[in-house]
């Protein structure tokens, strides 16, 4: 069973704008990454979060994490039209193994 | 650092044939797993290995599929016999410690 549910599964902004995604999880976890897909490729990490923090930035990313909420979002600003690409949030069930959400399709128009 | 590989990337074959796909991790990387990501399923884990020995191969579908890491440069994962449900794009991947995973290009698989 999915660990990681991304919401929305779809989305397509305008060059410029923000875009959000959000990730709900199950279980009691370690830490949380977000990887990024552009089709037809790997995945490529993108930033991990620890349990034991709350926020995290890196570059145009800012990852939040309530683990009460058992919820992660991450925030893309200024978004470019080489953001679009599908973004996955990963959890990890014990040591060393990621569990992946189904992912959340970003279309960045110019 | 070429990253981790992969071969072949693109595969063909008829039903019933046996597959092989390879890997090869970045050095210096003691964990490797195998995904297999579909329309329909998503990113799944088949199985990982740390330190070149199987921790956890639950997600292996079935009996058909078996996977080796013979040394810590190399991997394989093997179909036999492929099933067109089998068909799906595999990904292999190395991590350094036990969190950020490095993700191959991955096999696009079609069996027919």
């Known amino acids: 069973s999915q660990q990681g549910e991304e919401d929305p599964q779809a989305l397509s902004i305008q060059e410029g704008e923000n875009a959000t995604m959000n990730c709900s999880y199950k279980?009691?976890?370690?830490?949380l990454q977000w990887y990024r897909q552009n089709s037809g490729r790997g995945l490529v990490h993108l930033i991990l979060i620890r349990s034991n923090e709350r926020e995290k930035h890196s570059g145009r990313l800012r990852v939040t994490l309530d683990t009460s909420k058992k919820s992660s979002s991450l925030l893309i600003t200024a978004s470019r039209a080489a953001d679009t690409a599908s973004y996955f949030c990963a959890t990890d069930a014990f040591v060393g193994k990621l569990i992946f959400g189904q992912g959340t399709e970003l279309s960045v128009k110019p | 650092d070429a990253g981790v590989i992969q071969s072949p990337r693109h595969e063909v074959t008829e039903m019933g044939q046996e597959v092989t796909l390879r890997c090869k991790p970045i050095?210096?990387?003691?964990?490797l797993f195998w995904y297999r990501q579909t329309m329909m399923r998503g990113l799944e884990l088949l199985i990982y290995?740390?330190?070149?020995?199987?921790?956890?191969d639950s997600g292996m579908p079935e009996d058909r599929f078996s996977a080796k890491m013979p040394n810590a440069s190399f991997s394989t994962l093997k179909i036999q016999p492929s099933e067109p449900r089998d068909s799906a794009v595999y990904f292999c991947a190395s991590s350094p410690r036990s969190d950020e995973q490095f993700f191959g290009p991955g096999t696009r698989l079609t069996v027919l």
């Open positions: 279980t009691s976890i370690n830490n």
């Open positions: 050095s210096g990387h003691n964990s």
């Open positions: 290995f740390n330190n070149n020995v199987p921790i956890d």
